[in-house]
């Protein structure tokens, strides 16, 4: 446990009070802000009461852990003890901590208020607390101190610990034991916090406090492992299949109380839930026999959750045609990619619970959409409350190990994706188009820009959207360059995409998804339509490798340097940690990033894994159209630039992996700099910057001739060099050096 940083935290804490009196004079202005009359000396009370509760808990936490290894317990115990302390070790706050006491008090409550659950809990299964002295009182006094929405924002967060896949499973198995740790009162200070307790605050616990759902009791279904056994690395993957099998149960339960299942569907079932009983009962020692133990858990658990996703009596049919059978056929897609991914072994406890969260929210927006039937206007409203924030989550999750740091060139501030609004760059009859598609499905479309920042409105547009809509129907060059730039921002921004065309339309060979051909004819609503559905409730990039790890080694190298805060530091070590854990890592670095200057970096699921620069060498990648009559010249000049300066020069043309978006991708992450020539306005060229723009890689942009008099608006605020093709290279010499020095 990281006890030892909890009370270097505390004790800064009660050094800052010493020296500012912080907490006292927030005591009292809230005092008298709420009418209450308070003294000093009671003022002073309160902030001594304050201190023993924040210096109580990691003394409960070491008493606990000690008696727990004292009767054979520990492995069990660590777990939920870990739990206890996240919250103080985690930089996520609903008080932040550079308040002082005042700052540590929400996570003084995180760790007792979980730990009182968990005793509360125990006491229900085992007719024993696990704790033998009570911290309600405490807990309640200090939950009024912090106020709402604060408090019922710690108790969500308890709620959701209690619920987590590791804190049920330890949770289980302390439950073998049965009696009380054997605690006295002085080993953890509570009868000192009640002393210290003034009476002005004794008629603030209130008798009821809130209720917080305690972990999944044990079950016969899923036995927890005996105390001689306990968990470790060896059976994780099994503690996953039995936490998603006791999820799958309690799912079935509910499906055949609401008359979903036919008495044959049950009977079917039968025979796995009770051979998945058997194999949760066995305990085979051996290597072999624990490996095929868990590979037949594996199978019997894709045949429940293929039955348990599908009801046999499903009511009245859908209508042919109707949006009831259309949203229906979606959503079978976004459970066939759940089936595949609850097949995938090794995953982390977080990316379980979420899982697991998804499936069962999938599986009811499955009912939900059969109750609705023929409704059209229910279905609407389904999918904008319900269905379209589940496939964008599934979405998300899908993408969780392409995690990726950047610097966009844009401010980025925060914007919400939302899930029923479609991001359209391209001209106005397409556009047309997709708002007559948009209206009846209560989609909302942000064309154009607002402001006097064109270019920053089109990226708040895009990180808002949930999917993005790309019209390659204009005949100018500069028209699809300004198309290909934003469909570049999008892939970096992790963001599905539908590309629009006609038949003899020629798309930018960086373009891997195939686009929608249009005709002319009134069915091009419906195509558009159907895109649109398929990209909303759909899969487009997913797996393909993990860049979790490589942004960890990044935000150390970037955050690590020169004089750092200690929340960075300890961020920092808790990211390593935390490696395995796509998930948490993802929250723990956006955590880091708010300890860091604003808009030092943002976090992204870009469409394929990200890549960084490496060390001090610098690596240049030259972007331009490379079959002109001007090119060789071009490439000529620059590499030779780069040649006199030690820098390593790349062309796209001569990358050798036959993936050509997913190479020019991991080129432009690995450069240092970028050389961009949009001369003429290559549809390529514009792509490749906008990914390069995302990332933030520092990027020379150039054209010949009057390419600078002609730049789509998203460029027109940028500084975008002029060189002369007439000069024998002399301007781009110049520029290069220049821009690379």
């Not at 229900?124 to 696990?130: D, I």
């Amino acid at each position: 446990m990281q006890t030892q940083v909890i009370r270097e935290l505390i004790a800064r804490a009660v050094a800052h009070e010493q020296m500012t009196g912080t907490a006292a004079q927030t005591l009292a202005q809230a005092a008298f802000i709420r009418g209450i009359s308070s003294t000093p000396q009671e003022v002073a009370q309160t902030v001594d009461f304050i201190r023993g509760y924040i210096e109580r808990a990691p003394d409960l936490l070491e008493a606990c852990e000690s008696a727990a290894r004292a009767v054979g317990i520990g492995d069990y115990a660590k777990p939920i003890l870990e739990a206890a302390q996240q919250y103080f070790v985690s930089p996520l706050d609903v008080i932040f901590d550079h308040f002082g006491l005042i700052g540590l008090m929400d996570d003084a409550y995180f760790t007792q208020r979980l730990l009182q659950s968990i005793s509360d809990a125990y006491r229900l299964w085992t007719g024993n607390p696990l704790l033998p002295v009570s911290l309600a009182t405490a807990n309640a006094v200090v939950r009024q101190l912090i106020g709402e929405p604060q408090a019922s924002q710690l108790d969500l967060a308890i709620e959701s610990t209690l619920g987590q896949v590791n804190v049920r499973r330890a949770f289980s198995g302390l439950t073998r034991y049965a009696q009380p740790l054997p605690l006295s009162d002085s080993d953890i200070g509570n009868g000192g916090i009640d002393r210290l307790l003034p009476d002005s605050l004794k008629s603030m616990a209130p008798a009821h406090p809130p209720e917080i759902d305690a972990p999944l009791p044990p079950s016969d279904d899923a036995p927890p492992p005996s105390p001689s056994a306990a968990p470790g690395a060896a059976d994780h993957e099994e503690a996953n299949l039995v936490s998603g099998y006791q999820t799958l149960l309690n799912l079935f339960n509910e499906k055949v109380e609401a008359g979903e299942f036919t008495p044959e569907r049950q009977q079917a079932l039968a025979p796995v839930l009770q051979e998945l009983g058997d194999l949760l009962r066995e305990r085979p020692q051996e290597v072999a026999g624990m490996t095929a133990r868990v590979a037949r858990l594996r199978e019997l658990m894709t045949r429940m959750t293929t039955a348990v996703a599908e009801p046999t009596r499903p009511g009245e049919p859908l209508p042919a045609g109707s949006r009831g059978s259309q949203v229906n056929l979606l959503l079978q897609g976004v459970k066939r990619y759940l089936f595949i991914e609850s097949g995938r072994a090794n995953k982390s406890d977080e990316e379980q619970s979420a899982l697991e969260q998804l499936f069962v929210r999938c599986a009811k927006a499955g009912t939900a959409v059969r109750q609705a039937g023929a409704d059209e206007r229910a279905t609407t409203e389904l999918e904008r409350e319900t269905f379209r924030k589940l496939a964008l989550d599934v979405r998300n999750y899908a993408l969780r190990h392409h995690l990726t740091l950047a610097h966009p060139i844009w401010p980025s501030p925060a914007v919400g994706q939302d899930p029923n609004t479609v991001c359209y760059s391209g001209g106005g009859r397409v556009g047309e188009l997709v708002a007559r598609c948009c209206e009846p499905r209560g989609l909302q479309v942000l064309r154009g820009g607002v402001g006097l920042d064109y270019a920053q409105a089109r990226w708040d547009y895009l990180r808002r959207c949930s999917v993005a809509l790309f019209d390659y129907t204009g005949t100018e060059a500069v028209e699809r360059a300004a198309v290909s730039y934003e469909l570049g921002i999008c892939l970096a921004l992790g963001r599905s995409a539908v590309i629009v065309a006609r038949r003899d339309d020629d798309l930018p060979f960086d373009i891997d998804l195939a686009p929608v051909l249009l005709t002319g004819e009134a069915e091009d609503v419906e195509l558009i339509g159907r895109a649109l559905d398929d990209a909303l409730y759909g899969q487009q990039r997913g797996g393909g490798g993990s860049s979790v790890r490589a942004t960890i080694a990044y935000a150390r190298r970037r955050f690590a340097n020169g004089a750092v805060s200690f929340e960075v530091t300890h961020t920092l070590d808790l990211l390593d940690e935390a490696a395995t854990d796509p998930l948490k890592v993802r929250y723990l670095l956006e955590s880091l990033l708010g300890y860091t200057e604003p808009d030092s970096a943002q976090a992204l699921y870009p469409a394929w894994p990200g890549t960084y620069p490496k060390g001090a060498g610098r690596r240049c990648f030259h972007v331009m159209p490379f079959s002109l009559d001007w090119s060789e010249q071009v490439m000529e000049n620059t590499a030779a630039v780069c040649n006199e300066l030690g820098v390593a020069y790349v062309r796209g043309d001569q990358v050798k992996d036959p993936r050509v978006i997913r190479s020019i991708w991991d080129e432009v992450c690995r450069a240092s700099h970028v050389v961009a020539d949009i001369s003429d306005f290559n549809a390529n060229v514009a792509l490749e910057l906008g990914l390069a723009h995302t990332l933030g890689r520092p990027s020379l942009i150039m054209g010949a001739g009057d390419t600078v008099d002609r730049l789509f608006p998203a460029l027109s605020k940028l500084r975008v060099e002029r060189y002369n093709r007439e000069d024998e290279g002399k301007s781009l010499r110049a520029l290069v050096a220049k821009f690379l020095s």
